[in-house]
């Protein structure tokens, strides 16, 4: 896949909405993403530029694939506020690209730029981009472009604001150059554009609930569960006083060692969150639980507050060591309610053998594996038990 000149445009498993009088919205039912324009804009095939996008993708096969949505208007040469200047028009286009990872993603763009000195993160809501501010032109038109991406639940997701000039004369007469207040306008639309998006729920998460104790907690649905995940590393906070293994009431995560999708090719062996509750006689003997762990590496445990509930935890990162070549990181929890000790732990596992073999997980790769566990960790729940 390559990145190529826009040439027509579909929207697959989505719908356009009014929202309100001055704005509609989209919404990518298979990808969760969603977001505002103005209502005075058009979608589709009637968006069309010289130089189009650079976020659209190529297939030998089937040629120029669509972007997933693709919003903006033409300039009427002749009527409206921008007739007679060498505005051609603006346009927003979200793309979602299949079987990319988090390094392919942020590829993506360094494609378009080809220099890294011009390659920034952002944040928007909490989500952070790679991002490109820039433009380029030919045969007498030019784009000044903002362009985005995040790699977010296994998914390379692409956005970009574009406004188009040209400078060729019509009728003998020529454009008139825009004034820096008409594209200030302009640009502040298109970031308002930018920053209405979402990443919704795509009916995605399966829930578990803990009927004896209460507890319930969202995961993706992709996660399996039960004895298909076992890996080297388990936590000791988790063991018996004589280092047996307590069962576990809820287990669930990936294994990815040795299997096809997003991390095929990497040192990733699994993700796993594990729940447990384990008697314990009060609040001080519950934080043991983790504080014992913390003791091995020397780190100091934390007091935290989610949703409410205050939480001992202990971050496990690489370097704080591993057994027979594998390694683990993550997060371990501890809380202390109504009489039970209540336990809760993220990890990732990574192996730690041949990298001519085995590449490490790509940071970003990382980073979104950890904010997956994070989500299922805010959504813990206490609930009244049976």
Known sequence: MRVQTLLCASFLFASFVSRAQSLKSFHDAQTGVSFSYPAAWSDGADVLFYLGSAITTFDEKSGTIPPRAKVGFVVDAKHGPYAGTNLNGVQFVYNEVPDADAAACRGFVMDHVGDESKIDT?????????????????????VSREIYSVFRGGQCFLFEESIHFFNLTADGVKHLDMSSEQVVQLRKQLDAVMR??????????????????????????????????????????????????????????FKAWGRPGAYAGTNLDGVQFVYNEVPEVNAEACRKRVDNVADDHQHPVETIPLRGVSYARYSVRPGDGGNMNHEAEGESYATFRGGRCFLFDESIFTYAGDETRYKPLPREQMQELRNQLDAVMRSVRFQAAR
């Open 122 to 142: 952002v944040r928007l809501r909490g989500v952070v981009y790679t991002h490109y501010s820039g433009g380029d032109a030919g045969l007498g038109h030019g």
């Open 196 to 253: 209405s998006v979402r990443f919704g729920d795509t009916q995605s998460l399966k829930s578990f609930h803990d009927a004896q104790t209460g507890v319930s907690f969202s995961y993706p649905a992709a996660w399996s569960g039960g004895s298909d995940l076992a890996f080297y590393n388990t936590d000791v906070a988790f063991r018996a006083a004589n280092g047996d293994p307590v069962p576990y009431r809820a287990k669930v995560g």
